[in-house]
């Protein structure tokens, strides 16, 4: 359930165990003192490291980590507080199979079991499970139901993303200079000698990743790429070359038409889910940050750490 750090307000899960707790107080409370061990001595927490007599103190150590990672810390904590905040005051609630299902749904997307996934982010990444739940999968859910409708994937979405992933493709090679008239030239070249479009791109392409395989790239799909690039390429026909294409600001790309591909044999029922999935992410990621901005402008945030004259007047 979506809470703040300091209390777990509305949980039904905290709800739950005061519960339990209740029910069961007599009897712990019993149990704690026929078996409760002697108190352990009180300990220093001011000191936290003694190196042959030199003291490392809490402060010294608190100093040094905000001078790490404070900033960043703190940002990210001022941006959870502020999701949090947003939930309380819409009564939105996150459950515990909710987290469940989407760390379920993350996992598959890798083609590994729940179990399988934290256990891997755990030794691989040093993220332990509740933080990866409370961090990570909580603020995600939060954004999505903040969010609301805007993130709902749509028919239209749905057939674009279906065309993206399984529907016909071109097989293209491209030539990518940084020069709109070395690209001319090199236009002319190849236009004279079509036959040569792939030792041409070997030899001169600044593409490196295309290059060495004569300028192949994978197949590209409707709505795959950027809209003037798909123009282009899907109206030419098998070995006819593009005219030379701005793709950005000092990008200027070539393309020769290899062959047609047919739509792969898919049925869009299978894969409904994993394509909805796919579009909510990316929709997820692209209004998070107007969700944020929204709360930002409506909040009243003073950032004190990194602010000298503040921390003057706020001294730690």
Same mark, same amino acid.
């Given at each position: 359930?979506?809470?703040?750090?300091?209390?777990?307000?509305?949980?039904?899960?905290?709800?739950?165990?005061?519960?339990?707790?209740?029910?069961?107080?007599?009897?712990?409370?019993?149990?704690?003192?026929?078996?409760?061990?002697?108190?352990?001595?009180?300990?220093?927490?001011?000191?936290?490291?003694?190196?042959?007599?030199?003291?490392?103190?809490?402060?010294?150590?608190?100093?040094?980590?905000?001078?790490?990672?404070?900033?960043?810390?703190?940002?990210?904590?001022?941006?959870?507080?502020?999701?949090?905040?947003?939930?309380?005051?819409?009564?939105?609630?996150?459950?515990?199979?909710?987290?469940?299902?989407?760390?379920?749904?993350?996992?598959?997307?890798?083609?590994?079991?729940?179990?399988?996934?934290?256990?891997?982010?755990?030794?691989?990444?040093?993220?332990?499970?509740?933080?990866?739940?409370? *961090?990570?999968?909580?603020?995600?859910?939060?954004? @999505?139901?903040? %969010?609301?409708? +805007?993130?709902? #994937?749509?028919? &239209?979405? =749905?057939?674009?993303?279906?065309?993206?992933?399984?529907?016909?493709?071109?097989?293209?090679?491209?030539?990518?200079?940084?020069?709109?008239?070395?690209?001319?030239?090199?236009?002319?070249?190849?236009?004279?000698?079509?036959?040569?479009?792939?030792?041409?791109?070997?030899?001169?392409?600044?593409?490196?990743?295309?290059?060495?395989?004569?300028?192949?790239?994978?197949?590209?799909?409707?709505?795959?790429?950027?809209?003037?690039?798909?123009?282009?390429?899907?109206?030419?026909?098998?070995?006819?070359?593009?005219?030379?294409?701005?793709?950005?600001?000092?990008?200027?790309?070539?393309?020769?038409?290899?062959?047609?591909?047919?739509?792969?044999?898919?049925?869009?029922?299978?894969?409904?889910?994993?394509?909805?999935?796919?579009?909510? *992410?990316?929709?997820?990621?692209?209004?998070?940050? @107007?969700?944020? %901005?929204?709360? +930002?402008?409506? #909040?009243?945030? &003073?950032? =004190?750490?990194?602010?000298?004259?503040?921390?003057?007047?706020?001294?730690?």
């Amino acid at each position: 359930m979506m809470t703040t750090r300091k209390t777990m307000k509305g949980s039904r899960l905290v709800v739950s165990g005061l519960l339990a707790l209740c029910l069961l107080g007599g009897v712990a409370a019993a149990l704690a003192q026929a078996v409760a061990p002697p108190a352990a001595p009180a300990v220093n927490m001011s000191i936290v490291a003694d190196v042959n007599g030199d003291k490392i103190t809490r402060s010294d150590l608190a100093a040094e980590c905000l001078r790490l990672n404070g900033e960043s810390e703190l940002s990210d904590r001022v941006r959870t507080t502020l999701i949090e905040q947003a939930c309380w005051q819409q009564r939105i609630v996150i459950e515990q199979k909710e987290i469940n299902e989407e760390i379920e749904r993350m996992a598959k997307t890798f083609g590994m079991a729940s179990k399988d996934w934290l256990d891997l982010l755990k030794n691989e990444r040093n993220i332990q499970p509740r933080q990866y739940m409370d *961090d990570i999968i909580m603020p995600i859910l939060a954004i @999505k139901k903040l %969010a609301g409708p +805007q993130i709902k #994937a749509t028919e &239209e979405e =749905i057939r674009r993303e279906f065309d993206a992933r399984f529907g016909p493709a071109v097989q293209v090679r491209q030539i990518m200079l940084n020069s709109k008239a070395d690209a001319e030239r090199v236009l002319a070249e190849v236009r004279a000698n079509p036959d040569s479009f792939a030792s041409v791109a070997k030899n001169v392409s600044v593409d490196e990743s295309s290059k060495a395989y004569g300028g192949l790239v994978h197949p590209i799909r409707h709505n795959s790429v950027n809209p003037v690039i798909e123009r282009v390429i899907f109206s030419l026909k098998p070995s006819e070359i593009s005219p030379v294409v701005e793709y950005a600001p000092g990008i200027f790309i070539i393309f020769r038409c290899e062959q047609y591909l047919q739509s792969q044999n898919v049925d869009v029922a299978k894969v409904r889910d994993q394509l909805i999935a796919k579009i909510e *992410d990316k929709k997820t990621r692209d209004v998070s940050e @107007k969700v944020f %901005a929204k709360l +930002q402008e409506n #909040a009243r945030i &003073e950032v =004190i750490l990194g602010n000298r004259q503040l921390m003057a007047q706020r001294p730690l």
